[in-house]
């Protein structure tokens, strides 16, 4: 099947065999993402969807685990997520675990009742944008959530027997604010316990909404330093135990590992980057054009005249 947009996903998926199910978000509104939002949000055909499991299946593939793209696909109506899980298990009855992207909104609007049938037919590991835990941050970002709504659906969802997986961004709140952001992300984290936290460090991209705000200085970047000193304060406040997997694009320093158990590692990492950057030209992760023809800039001089 051929691919309509950019492929983003969580590393722990990149051995699941991905499964289009629709093109784009159905969401597409958050300020700082840049992934779909030249696309024209469709849920692709069922027989589109078939053609690609048979193809797979007679390729002799066999996936343990089958990822559903894109955005949000758990934002599909039940009926027609229903549909495909069911094809799914027509062509591998074996696979009984289906991971997607989801939002806050796309849980709400199943029932505690739909969303056991989803677990019962496969479905396991959703992944949460959740990317602040501060709820001014959500709101300028144009999340479709609060924190209270994060909170009541990822108790639903894993009373549910699903798997809830967040993702985050270290500098999404801006200059001057990565150590408040880090400590209610700290809170929001320890009191939901995800299984997977994955933080796709905050960066600016020249084609969002977000841009604009930068150029009329109603958002201020924070740079990769204070990123990283958020993050650093972010794990050592974590009291709960879920795999970590971290990056920064520009500055291509990647921690992971086991919270709490390789705490000490993972931070002193960070401790020798910090200690690189610290009294250096100030940097800032700023992605121009699409992959995978990034092109990449140090400075905000350079975000301006680029
Ligand atoms: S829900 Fe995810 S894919 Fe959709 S606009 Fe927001 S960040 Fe981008």
């Not at 991905?18 to 055909?45: A, I, Q, T, W």
């Not at 794990?235 to 709490?260: A, C, N, P, Q």
């Amino acid at each position: 099947m051929d691919y309509e947009g950019q492929i983003c996903r969580a590393p722990m998926e990149r051995a699941s065999f991905m499964l289009p199910v629709m093109v784009g978000c159905s969401y597409n509104r958050c300020k700082f993402c840049n992934l779909f939002r030249h696309l024209d949000y469709r849920e692709l055909p069922i027989e589109q969807i078939e053609g690609e499991l048979k193809r797979v299946k007679e390729a002799g593939g066999c996936p343990k685990k089958i990822f559903l793209g894109d955005g949000n696909a758990f934002g599909l109506k039940m009926e027609r997520l229903l549909r495909i899980l069911e094809r799914i298990h027509v062509y591998f009855p074996e696979c009984m675990c289906i991971n997607m992207d989801a939002t806050v909104t796309s849980i709400q609007q199943k029932s505690d009742q739909e969303l056991r049938l989803l677990y019962e037919n496969g479905v396991r590991h959703l992944y949460l944008g959740i990317e602040s835990g501060l709820d001014d941050v959500l709101a300028f970002m144009e999340k479709d959530h609060d924190t209270s709504q994060a909170y009541k659906a990822i108790e639903r969802l894993k009373r549910a027997g699903l798997i809830y997986d967040a993702h985050i961004m270290t500098g999404v709140a801006g200059r001057g604010r990565g150590q408040e952001n880090a400590r209610a992300l700290a809170e929001f984290l320890n009191r939901t316990g995800p299984a997977h936290v994955v933080n796709f460090s905050m960066f600016l991209h020249k084609e969002v909404p977000l841009y604009r705000q930068i150029e009329d200085g109603t958002y201020i970047p924070a740079d990769e330093l204070e990123n990283l000193l958020e993050e650093r304060t972010l794990l050592k406040l974590i009291e709960t135990e879920f795999l970590y997997d971290g990056f920064h694009d520009y500055i291509e320093v990647r921690v992971r590992g086991k919270l709490s158990r390789d705490r000490e590692k993972m931070v002193k990492k960070l401790d020798q980057v910090i200690c690189e950057y610290e009294g250096g030209e100030k940097l800032y992760s700023y992605v121009q054009g699409e992959c995978p023809n990034l092109q990449r800039c140090g400075s905000l001089e350079n975000v301006w005249n680029s």
